[in-house]
RNA sequence: GGCCUUAUGGUCAAGCGGUUAAGACGACGCCCUCUCACGGCGUAAACCCGGGUUCGAGUCCCGGUAAGGUCACCA
């Protein structure tokens, strides 16, 4: 059979130009030893994974920290999952936690085009090369066939697939492929794989070690009918040409690695180093499973933002699960940027971890707690104008009221710092009683309404704006002490009975009448922040409402 | 089902043949304290099961079991 004429016939494509010239385009790199070449090559979908902003980070700590590049690739060489918008998407998700790409789609770079579609023609030089060597072939098989097939197969307890006796167009006669074109058949490209199932192999994997691996024998489709090449195909041609020396890529990559082996192999390209890392799970009752973009809000990246995560908050809490010594170093050095750890990705979970909010949330506190009160300012004021309410956005009008209370809240001044603040929308719900307009207190006392009126005028009389803390609480302790409450804690542990409560419970009450709620940093400090005017005006209003 | 991988407290995990089996989150208790938050101290809580190898096994080997991944003209 004349193998170049098939290849011309099967992949008419104009624009290929010989071999070395695509060699030429794409030189290695000039890198220092120990360089590492990496990438992130998501799918257009519009959708942005936990776990890709997780996979993201170590190939990009990695590349950078090796003093290598770090890039971003798109494969859309699916039109049915491409989505409007995604690559915009992709770009401001990963911008927003900090990924940094060197080169790539949207971005300059020597090694372009950096989406797959625009790559035509390197894919189609590769595949004709190989059906000119006879290890690719034309498959005119139907979708019904290859299912037929199929269920042979598992009817029989055969290893499901196309290879061997089951690969009906292996090995089809020159008359009957071109009968085949000639009558308009659609037609996929597959490989002639060499491989034989029973041999194995130890491959090292850089994350999960040694394992041993079955050597691939699936005629698998290289080209769709379209002239698309398929995942495998793809990522053979394109981390080569792209010179990548690392691929960090999810576990699921792991059972198809020998398809990846034979192409490299097949192609006459140098194998990548591999890593596989798990995937972050969640259980759902009795078991666990893959967050699931359908059934896990978490699971998308849109929700740390929606949420208004601390960006660098969600980086560390990806770090912690990415590198098992990395919150060791973090609490020993709990001020160095998270870029001076040294990552090693020998370090990577080998089994996968359980995603738990209850960790992010504790990491983002002491995050919030280590910000000033002018950079809460403005991540927070960032937040609540692209998520927050009409009311929360008025919040940010009187920058330097806001300020006043992000530091009470924050302890800014404080000996150490408080941790109120999870993420932006709690934080700025939680101080919404700062605010007339969204104050809309549940007045919760525990004890009588008539002796909580009388306690409240009693304070109000007596409160002057001017008075410092020690003078304010000498007033609580005096209107205590008037209505039966114990102002000495001594005393009152020691018989209870003998008063109706003690100062902190007048404390309470104050506190309940003003902010609407039991709990809240310093009084006093609320009190002078909210001003004299709206201080009285809120202890009349609650004492009205009794 | 075949193949691959994994298995230490509720969770994340140190550990690489000899340890009282770290630490963090969470839970609980105490202290500090006008509440809360912070901080301090403390308690409970683990080597999947069975065989080997060895003077000695969480650690090495084999076999179970369980969990995860995967078996597309999707990535």
Known sequence: MDLNKLANALIPDESIRPLEYYEARYPERTLEKGAHVTRLAPSPTGFMHLG??????????????SGGVFYLRIEDTDEKRKVEGAVEVIHASLKYFGVRFDEGADLCGEYG?????????????????????????????????LEKTREHQTENKLLPGYYGEFAKCRNL??????????????????????????????????VKGDITITENNQDVVILKSDGIPTYHFAHAVDDHFMRTTLVI?????????????????????????????????????????????????????SFYREQGYHPTAVRTYMMTLLNSNFEE??????????????????????SGALFDILKLNDISKTQMAKLSEEEAYDFLKAWANEFGTAAQ???????????????????????????????????????????????????????DNALVK??????????????DSAAWFDKVKAVAGEYGFATDMKA????????????????????????????TPDLWTIMQILGEERTLARLEKAAAAL
């Open 393 to 447: 956005k008025a919040y940010f009008a009187d920058k330097a009221y806001m300020l006043k209370v992000l530091a009470l809240c924050m302890g800014v001044g404080g000996k150490k710092r408080r941790k109120d603040f999870i993420c932006a929308k709690q934080a700025v719900e939680t101080i919404g009683y700062f605010f007339d307009e969204t104050f809309a207190p549940a007045y919760a006392y525990r004890f």
């Open 454 to 467: 009388k306690i409240l005028l009693s304070f109000k009389n007596a409160y002057a704006y001017a008075d």
């Open 52 to 65: 890709n902003l997780y996979v993201a980070l170590a190939n990009e700590r990695i590349a950078h920290q």
């Open 249 to 301: 890529r999810g576990e699921e990559w792991l059972s198809s690695l020998p398809i990846h082996i034979e192409l490299f192999k097949v192609l006459g390209f140098r194998l990548p180093k591999y890593g596989h890392n798990c995937s972050i799970q969640k259980m759902d009752d009795e078991t666990r499973r893959k967050l699931s973009k359908r059934k896990d809000p978490e699971a998308s990246l």
């Open 492 to 519: 009152y542990k020691a018989d209870p009975a003998a008063f109706f409560g003690n100062v902190s419970d007048v404390a309470e009450m104050l506190r309940i009448a003003t902010t609407g709620l039991a709990n």
């Open 329 to 350: 170093w973090m609490l020993k050095f709990p001020d160095k940027d998270l870029e001076e750890f040294k990552y090693s990705i020998g370090k990577m979970g080998k």
């Open 173 to 206: 006669t020159e008359e009957e492929i071109y009968a085949n074109l000639a009558a308009g058949r659609p037609y996929v490209i597959r490989l002639r794989s060499q491989g034989n199932v029973d041999v194995k192999h130890t491959f090292h994997d850089e």
């Open 113 to 145: 085009p950096y989406y797959q579609r625009q790559r035509a023609e390197i894919y189609h030089a590769y595949a004709k090369e190989l059906i000119k060597k006879g290890l690719a072939y034309p498959c005119f098989c139907t979708e019904e066939d």
